[in-house]
Structures are given as structure tokens and as C-alpha cells.
């Protein structure tokens, strides 16, 4: 019986969709930017090897290995990844998108901000440089990609959104301010790659992620690249991060601290210590004389209580620090302080904070 044309239409388009090994269907437009994003960047991300020696209980030395990602970021083969990828490393390996690997010096770090630059001596025409982004103006909502080499499985890509921008984070004992989170899945071995918006420009460092199982449950952090620039600029001219610094120890004026002690303020920072010769010493800035029970906290008094800098509140200890960090070595604050129960203003020359 002679097919008609109603069934043999039907039959191609059968033998298109099962049986043709070349036919696949169109991609929607937002496939095609994600496999252009992917095919344009992949070769800029690198797979970073750790190699290090613990000891155990009898001293005999066991070694231990890990691994991360990393983004060249210019033809003289600097690169950039965290800080706790790099750290404690005796020996460092890059392993590139065309499966060459390559011995790499330590060029600078910063466990602040958790960033650390390396350097390998390979050829600028085998480096593909990843193209750097603006992340200041992001929006919760915008689509982002990652790249990296997660539980060391060679350049992973996951896809997400812009879930938010965090004020500040913690993360290993350091705080992180303007930090970009995403729903794109970051694993460990993702963390130092790029977080990639959808021109394939890097606008973030993917650097830790929130999770009670040790897998990706969809939070995820990383450190915006206008944040990341200077710092990634310092490390590579000078191998450390120049950070403003005061000399004080202190802690937070808590209210019931406040009302105990008779103070005019029911909020602000109390100077505990002024270290020796420092930038507050040498404004006359003073610290606590003695030691006092206010419930179940000692609290050291006597010394000047900072309210604000340069006219603006500050409240905590974060506050204050925070305040101080979008500061330079060299300038100077104006900073009101509580002495006596009456307020003063003094000026203090921030220093450069000591390396140790």
C-alpha cells in the first residue's frame, strides 16, 4: 500500500528526531550566549594543584594534595585564585584548558580579603586572558556563570542568578564586604574561578560557599572584581596588601556598658589598648586603666570611647573597622570621642598596618 503524504511526512520527522546522528534540535538564545560565554572563556580558567607536608603523631611526613581554580588575568602569566586555595602550599601547579601544566611562584596574598595572585613562566601566546567586568552596578536577578574545576572534574560549567548583594559576610574568620551571591552551583574546586556575567565578562572571584552537607546547596559567594582590583594590583607590584591602620584594641559599648558607667552615649567603641608608637598614641588617644565587673562581662574602662569618624556614627567594633578600611595609609580622620564623660575631637594620621 503506497504511503501517503500525511505518512511519510510523519515518518521523517521520526527518522530526524531518533535515527539522524546529525540532526539536533535548535538552541534557544539563551543556550546560544551561555555556549558562546563557555567556548570564549574556558581557556582563560586554570586548574590550580596544591602540594603540601603534614606530620603526624610519630613525625613521619604525609603528604597531602588539593586543588582550586584560577583566571589568567594578563600575558605575563599572573593569575588570580583565593587565598585559602593557595595557603600552606609548598608546591604549586597549573594545569591549562589544553591539559599542559606548569610549575607557579607564589607572586602575593592576602588572607583579609582572601585573594592571592600566582605566576607561571609559560609562553603569552599559549595564555588566553579572561576579560575583566564592572561589577558595581549588578542587579539581584541577573544571570551569571561559573566556571571552574570542582572535586577536580576540568572546566565545570553551572549557571544561576544574581540572588543578592551582601553588606558583608563572614567567611573562615574574615569579613567580606559587597559580596555577590548566586544560586550558580560552586563546589569545592570551584572556588578562585570566575563568576562570569553573560557578555563572559569576570565581574566575581568565586570564593565560599554556604552549606551543612559539603555540596553546592545554591548559595554561593564571590568577591566583586572592582573590590578584587586593587588588591590583585597591590599583590602583583608588592606581594602584600597595604591596609590602613589606627593601633587601638577595642570593643563594643553595649548599651547596659553605657548606662552602668554614667556615660553620655548610649552607643560607641571603647578603647581597651593603644598600641605603643602607633597612629592613636601619637594623636593622644587614650585606653582603658582598669578592669570592671558590669554583669557577667569585665570590661575594661577608663578610656576614650569613639563615637564616630569624620561625622558619621559608628556604633560597633565591625562599624569602626569597616569605617577605617575604606580609608589609605597616610590620610587622616576626624574622630569623636567620649573622655571624662565629655565629648572631644581629635585628628589621627592612619598608618599602614604592620605585616605581623
Do not use: C
Not at 192 to 203: A, K, N, R, T, V
Not at 224 to 241: F, N, W
Not at 284 to 307: C, E, M, P, Y
Amino acid at each position: 500500500m503506497p504511503f501517503d503524504n500525511n505518512t511519510f511526512l510523519t515518518l521523517a520527522i521520526v527518522f530526524l528526531l531518533f535515527v539522524h546522528p546529525s540532526y539536533s534540535p535548535a538552541h534557544t538564545q539563551d543556550e546560544e550566549n551561555t555556549i558562546q560565554v563557555y567556548n570564549n572563556t574556558k581557556a582563560a580558567v586554570v586548574n590550580i594543584t596544591t602540594r603540601s607536608v603534614s606530620y603526624d603523631f610519630f613525625m613521619t611526613p604525609i603528604p597531602q594534595e588539593g586543588s582550586g581554580s584560577g583566571a589568567i588575568i594578563d600575558r605575563r602569566g599572573h593569575i588570580v585564585t583565593n587565598y585559602h586555595v593557595v595557603r600552606g602550599a609548598q608546591r604549586l601547579e597549573v594545569t591549562l584548558s589544553d591539559g599542559t601544566q606548569w610549575e607557579a611562584q607564589l607572586v602575593g596574598a592576602d588572607p583579609l580579603s582572601d585573594l592571592a595572585t600566582l605566576r607561571i613562566d609559560a609562553p603569552p601566546e599559549r595564555l588566553s586572558v579572561i576579560s575583566m567586568g564592572d561589577s558595581r552596578n549588578l542587579r539581584t536577578g541577573q544571570k551569571v556563570l561559573a566556571i571552574g574545576n570542582p572535586f577536580g572534574l576540568d572546566q565545570t560549567l553551572t549557571t544561576g542568578v544574581i540572588s543578592s548583594i551582601r553588606k558583608t559576610i563572614q567567611a573562615g574568620g574574615v569579613e567580606l564586604e559587597n559580596v555577590i551571591q548566586t544560586d550558580a552551583a560552586i563546589n569545592p574546586g570551584n572556588s578562585g574561578g570566575p563568576l562570569l556575567d553573560s557578555s563572559g565578562e569576570m565581574i566575581g572571584i568565586n570564593t565560599v560557599i554556604f552549606t551543612p552537607s559539603g555540596g553546592s546547596v545554591g548559595i554561593g559567594f564571590a568577591i566583586p572584581i572592582h573590590t578584587a582590583q586593587r588588591i590583585i594590583d597591590e599583590l602583583i607590584s608588592k606581594g602584600y596588601v597595604s591596609y590602613p591602620w589606627m593601633g587601638i584594641e577595642m570593643r563594643t559599648l553595649l548599651p547596659r556598658f553605657a548606662k552602668a558607667l554614667e556615660l553620655p552615649v548610649k552607643q560607641g567603641v571603647l578603647v581597651w589598648r593603644v598600641v605603643k608608637n602607633s597612629p592613636a598614641a601619637k594623636a593622644g588617644l587614650r585606653g582603658g586603666t582598669r578592669q570592671a565587673r558590669i554583669g557577667n562581662s569585665i570590661v575594661i574602662i577608663g578610656g576614650d570611647v569613639i563615637i564616630s569618624l569624620d561625622g558619621k556614627s559608628v556604633t560597633s567594633v565591625e562599624e569602626l573597622s569597616r569605617e577605617i578600611r575604606r580609608h589609605r595609609p597616610g590620610m587622616t580622620l576626624r574622630v569623636t570621642i567620649i573622655r571624662d564623660k565629655k565629648q572631644h575631637t581629635m585628628n589621627i594620621t592612619l598608618g599602614e598596618r604592620p605585616l605581623s
